[in-house]
């Protein structure tokens, strides 16, 4: 399954069609199951300061943040699927609302984007996020190794970036949850965006759904590698990593920039998602992902009612 750029009327459907509501329709049952340890930080600077902070010049030097390698002498191969754990729980997409001007579709093309930020004493880096659905209408999912634990500091968030275009303008941040303890398995974070002028980045461009504890099933990963710019994708069967991530085979350049991508499932043909997971990095020859469980449940909870 090559790596490729958009093209939506090349995807075919897969599974059951997404059900699309209001996030005010958003179910609040929590997965059973226990879950691992979660932190949070809060953003102290204004929209002004960060607006000052991302100069032009600042957004070019950006470095890309490598994603995450494990190496592996054994070939992946899928086999037994025994990650779930607790009780499937599924999130349903949004539309963006019909004063935002955007086609009345819940496409993870308009939802995917550019991430920006800083690690203190390393520099700007980039990587990838996705607006998903929330009842505050401002979280973006995207990868704990974003600088997520390390001071991660300037969150800037471009839904539909490409190639330097950012056409809905770019959100700054207010908060930060993300999973803690572990590797691939655990490498979930959510990222709560301010409302510039009143606008919730959801209501502007609409929001992927979400899957928690779902299991494996085919899938496409999207995310947008520094070196192209651009959202891309791979697709392929997703199988059960040995060390609890989930993985694709055959993926092949989603390199860096692409880390916190969005690991979906039952795609549509209008783009409709349901995001199971972040894109985290590699294990071996296979792509690999964070794949949603109860701990991730808890910190976008916890995020989409900040």
Request: proline share 5%; glycine share 14%; charged share 15%.
């Amino acid at each position: 399954m090559r790596l490729r750029r958009f093209a939506l009327t090349a995807l075919a459907a897969a599974g059951l069609c997404a059900v699309l509501t209001p996030a005010s329709a958003v179910a609040q049952d929590r997965p059973t199951g226990s879950p691992t340890g979660t932190a949070t930080v809060v953003n102290t600077k204004s929209r002004a300061q960060l607006d000052a902070y991302w100069t032009p010049e600042r957004i070019r030097k950006a470095k890309a943040l490598p994603a995450s390698e494990i190496s592996s002498k054994v070939t992946p191969s899928a086999g037994p699927t025994a990650e779930v754990t607790g009780k499937p729980v599924h999130i349903p997409a949004t539309r963006p609302t019909a004063s935002s001007g955007v086609q009345a579709q819940a496409s993870v093309w308009g939802t995917v984007g550019r991430l920006l930020f800083t690690i203190p004493g390393k520099g700007d880096y980039i990587c990838s996020g996705n607006v998903v659905t929330s009842n505050n209408g401002s979280v973006v999912a995207t990868a704990r190794h974003c600088g997520f634990g390390e001071g991660g500091t300037n969150y800037r968030f471009a839904p539909n970036y490409n190639s330097g275009n950012a056409p809905y303008g770019w959100w700054g941040w207010r908060s930060a949850g993300w999973v803690t303890g572990g590797g691939q398995e655990n490498d979930s974070a959510f990222l709560v965006l301010d409302t510039p002028s009143g606008r919730r980045v959801q209501d502007v461009v609409g929001s992927t759904g979400l899957g928690f504890n779902w299991s494996s099933n085919y899938a496409h990963i999207i995310g947008l590698p520094a070196d192209k710019d651009y959202a891309v994708w791979c697709e392929g069967q997703g199988y059960a990593g040995p060390d609890g991530q989930r993985l694709m085979n055959n993926c092949i350049g989603l390199t860096g920039g692409a880390s916190g991508g969005a690991w979906i499932e039952n795609y549509q043909s209008d783009g409709s998602a349901i995001q199971t997971g972040a894109y985290s990095g590699s294990y071996g020859s296979a792509a690999a992902t964070s794949a949603y469980g109860n701990s991730a449940y808890d910190v976008w909870n916890g995020a989409q009612n900040s």
